[in-house]
């Protein structure tokens, strides 16, 4: 167990030096002493890494990195014996929503990278089954050494966790691109150390462990997303079959007032089961940070007549709709001549475009665009240069507002987030991700890090656009973890009834409150 400076003094709430001590102590006995970590230099990666850094408000005191269940389940016996605060992640990738820092200063980091195992692969049902340390490069690598015949979802970067990802309620871009909605069978330690799991999986006996959704009484899977009730150890998530043709398609229209219709007319595609997958609206700073910074592209404010011109150069539209489709070759010939058909009467000057290929076929040479690759399940990290729009040393926060899929009220959250955005000197970056019934708002906050005024107001900027948007209706599905406890208060009704009965919730299961305490805006009662 190695200490350094820093780390050294970060003492959780509540917790004596001596007792935490004692507690890594016992640790290291468990799980050996190279995985037991208190060298500055390591616990620095599970901070924020866009964080201010003067703050030191959410550094963990120390890392811990169990192999087994058996040993994340001997981490939160001794933790719970000694009342020490556990935060859990699984790669630590969640950046723009706080990375793998805790909310609560100097809380042990519970990280599950070295439990990397894929442990089934389900080719004749369609489902895998993994443990948290397993990222989409290595479940996509696997599927593809198997053959090729099975696509999972994914997000746009591959180094996160499957697992992480999923309970975080994660998107990807298949037709399972709602990641939570994909599991069936969980398993979770709990706060006593206790083994659970879930589903179908509760029977010892039972054949369809992943293939059932539920079992047999209340359904719980739930209760461990986005959660401080357990720590979940491994999780079985479909995945789609290869298609015979793959279709990504692509619609641009030229102004900004198309937005409604493009929206109105994908709902109409998503409800009558055209468009499977989880289309995206974006606008085109994405594109343009992919390729150059900022710099290379605006020497001023972004007004509308510059977003035209750098549309222009981009041959892009104001608005930009990309979806995918997939199934045999006759089913799809008729689907793309469906999605022209009723994007064009929306807009009639949009431009649409598709590229069918074979499923066999989907590679960098048949399908060159990132963006279209990865609703065919083929992540990459090349999204990391948009951070770069700011400066070489980029940041950012994503803002993540929930709406119901009408023209309306996609619009509306457009005009809120950017009039934020711009009255704080950021740039409006709109990334929209529709389902049949509502949508997710992407905003992002892209700021340069070696400028310490502009990390202050981009995190100011992001708590004063959270209470505004859930003022107006549209709280978010996600949140940055100095954000969550004012997220929480928005889920007020009944005088805050669905909080005060997780609350009840977390100090049933988990008494002495050492399981990632304030996650979500649950807190346990000695800290409340």
């Not at 691109?177 to 179908?200: C, F, K, N, Q, Y």
């Not at 009558?272 to 592209?297: C, D, H, K, Q």
């Not at 750098?310 to 199934?327: I, K, P, Q, S």
Request: with cysteine; hydrophobic share 40%.
């Amino acid at each position: 167990m190695i200490t350094d400076g820093i780390v050294d003094d970060l003492v959780p709430l509540g917790v004596t030096r001596e007792v935490r001590d004692a507690a890594l102590a016992e640790m290291a006995e468990i799980l050996g002493d190279a995985a037991v970590h208190r060298d500055d230099a390591l616990v620095e990666e599970f901070r924020d890494p866009y964080d201010h850094p003067e703050w030191d408000d959410h550094w963990p005191a120390a890392v811990v990195q169990p192999a087994s269940v058996e040993e994340v389940q001997a981490v939160v016996r001794i933790a719970s014996r000694h009342g020490v605060p556990l935060w859990t992640n699984s790669q630590a990738k969640n950046n723009g929503y706080g990375g793998a820092a805790p909310r609560l200063r100097g809380s042990i980091t519970v990280n599950l990278r070295r439990m990397n195992r894929i442990l089934e692969v389900n080719e004749e049902l369609g489902y895998v089954v993994v443990e948290p340390g397993v990222t989409f490069y290595e479940l996509v690598d696997e599927l593809a050494r198997r053959g090729g015949d099975w696509w999972p979802s994914t997000p746009d970067l591959g180094w996160g966790s499957v697992v992480g990802n999923t309970v975080d309620h994660g998107v990807g871009y298949t037709e399972f691109g709602d990641h939570a909605a994909s599991v069936s069978g969980m398993e979770i330690v709990l706060p006593d150390g206790e083994l659970l799991r879930t589903g179908m999986w509760a029977s010892s006996t039972s054949a369809a462990a992943h293939v059932h959704p539920r079992g047999f009484g209340p359904d719980i899977e739930g209760l461990f997303m986005q959660s401080n009730l357990g720590i979940v150890t491994k999780l079985g998530r479909r995945v789609s079959p290869r298609p015979e043709v793959y279709a990504p398609l692509r619609f641009h229209v030229p102004e900004k007032d198309d937005l409604a219709p493009l929206v109105e007319a994908a709902r109409t595609l998503l409800l009558e089961g055209t468009i499977r997958n989880i289309p995206v609206i974006g606008g085109i700073l994405g594109t343009a940070a992919m390729r150059a910074p900022r710099t290379a592209w605006l020497d001023g404010p972004l007004t509308d007549d510059e977003y035209r011109r750098v549309a222009d150069e981009l041959d892009m539209g104001w608005w930009n709709l990309r979806a995918a489709l997939y199934g045999p070759a006759r089913v799809v010939e008729a689907q793309l001549a469906r999605c022209e058909e009723v994007l064009r009467a929306a807009v009639p000057a949009g431009r649409f475009s598709a590229i069918p290929v074979a499923g066999t076929d989907v590679d960098e040479r048949t399908i060159p665009l990132h963006p279209d690759r990865v609703q065919a399940g083929r992540p990459s990290q090349a999204l990391l240069k948009s951070i770069e729009w700011r400066g070489p040393d980029g940041g950012h926060i994503e803002l993540s507002p929930v709406g119901a899929l009408t023209g309306e009220h996609v619009v509306r959250v457009g005009q809120i987030l950017r009039e934020e955005m711009e009255a704080s000197g950021f740039d409006f970056w709109p990334s929209i991700c529709l389902t049949p019934r509502s949508f997710i708002y992407l905003g992002v906050i892209n700021f340069d890090r070696s400028d310490p005024e502009r990390i202050r107001a981009a995190y100011d900027l992001y708590e004063r656009a959270v209470r505004r948007l859930g003022g107006e209706g549209y709280p978010v599905y996600r949140g940055h973890l100095r954000g969550m406890d004012a997220i929480a208060d928005q889920f007020d009704w009944n005088d805050h009834a669905y909080r005060r009965f997780v609350q009840g919730l977390k100090d049933a299961v988990d008494p002495a409150g050492i399981l990632s305490p304030g996650k979500q805006g649950i807190w346990p009662q000695r800290l409340r």
